[in-house]
């Protein structure tokens, strides 16, 4: 199939991260019956829909979060590409982040930094691995990870421990099968490190690493997560999933953790500007800051589920 309608991805973007026809409406300047046809329109020509409506909101399908991951980040990079080819460049610092880690930590605290610093623009690319560094131009990055990305210099931000988990109905299943069989038998799903999370997992728990070959590969980090809640196998996550710790929704499978994982700023060969200096240096005593309160608080600061020593 030949794809036409490459100037309906910008509309599909807008919907997509206002997960409302009526403010993507807004945002473009256009009526929400416009957005609305150009959406249907777009589903009809892919073959498969990108939203499911309900009760007046919209939620991505799993095809519509995986074509909003690549488009997002490719239309992204045709205009940094454009500004850079017309040298209208705006200077604006980029960054390249997890969506999980941009929506969890990042977003809510990124006022304080403009209040700081109001002469700087930022602009967030999502990333999934240090591989799309050789494709996406970002001044710096943050991924998750244990350290040691070949080729690249990083530092460690934020120390979280990360430890498995899933949903009830899995949990349920690791509970009869013990840890030690639940890990070579269940889907065992990767992140932002490959799988080096997982491997470290293994040698802290004295398991072989034997994964079972039913595998699922989701490289957007917010939707692994929603992928986990439901049921597509067990992953490594921290304390940023704590309201799903909280509410029930994903389950701690084990005490043993991932003890030196955490958020890295990832550098590349560019040479950081005086407004990348600051995001950095600010960046430094947020995640510091956090650190010390979290300090002495328990993973999630909510009752662990435990399912028992390995068998």
């Known amino acids: 199939m030949r794809f036409r309608s490459y100037d309906a991805l910008k509309i599909f973007d807008a919907v997509a991260r206002n997960l409302s026809m009526t403010k993507a409406a807004d945002e473009v300047h256009q009526s ?27 939620e991505l399908t799993e095809e519509g ?4 991951h690549v488009s997002q980040t490719a239309l992204s990079q045709i205009d940094r590409e454009i500004e850079d ?29 403009f209040e700081a610093n ?48 899933a949903n009830r109905a899995v949990a349920e299943q690791v509970r009869q099968l013990g840890m030690a069989e639940a890990v070579r038998q269940l889907p065992l799903l ?3 490190s490959g799988d080096a999370g997982w491997r470290a997992w293994h040698q802290a728990a004295g398991l072989p690493y034997a994964p079972s070959r039913s ?18 196998g067990i992953a490594l996550w921290d304390d940023l999933v704590a309201p799903e710790f909280d509410n029930g929704t994903l389950v701690r499978l084990s005490d043993l953790r991932v003890e030196n994982a955490g958020y890295f700023v990832v550098f590349t060969d560019r040479q950081l500007s005086q407004g990348a200096d600051s995001f950095l240096d600010w960046l430094r005593a947020e995640t510091a800051s956090c650190q010390r309160r979290s300090k002495n608080r328990p993973l999630g600061g909510a009752k662990v589920d435990h399912f028992g020593g390995f068998t």
């Open 32 to 58: 929400k019956g416009s957005i609305s046809y150009q959406i249907t329109k777009l589903e009809a020509e892919l073959g498969f829909r990108l939203f499911e409506r309900a009760h007046a909101k919209l």
């Open 65 to 68: 979060r995986r074509l909003w």
């Open 85 to 113: 080819l017309s040298g209208t460049a705006s200077g604006a610092v980029t960054i390249g982040a997890l969506t999980y880690f941009s929506s969890r930590w990042l977003s809510p605290r990124l006022t304080r930094f």
């Open 118 to 165: 109001p002469g700087i623009s930022l602009r967030i690319e999502p990333i999934n691995s240090v591989d799309m560094l050789r494709s996406v131009r970002v001044d710096m990055a943050i991924l998750w990870g244990i350290g040691g990305w070949k080729d690249h210099e990083s530092e460690l931000l934020l120390s979280l421990p990360a430890v498995p988990t």
């Open 190 to 192: 990767g992140d932002s």
């Open 215 to 232: 595998s699922l590969t989701i490289p957007d980090s917010n939707s692994r997560v929603q992928a986990v809640v439901d049921g597509q």
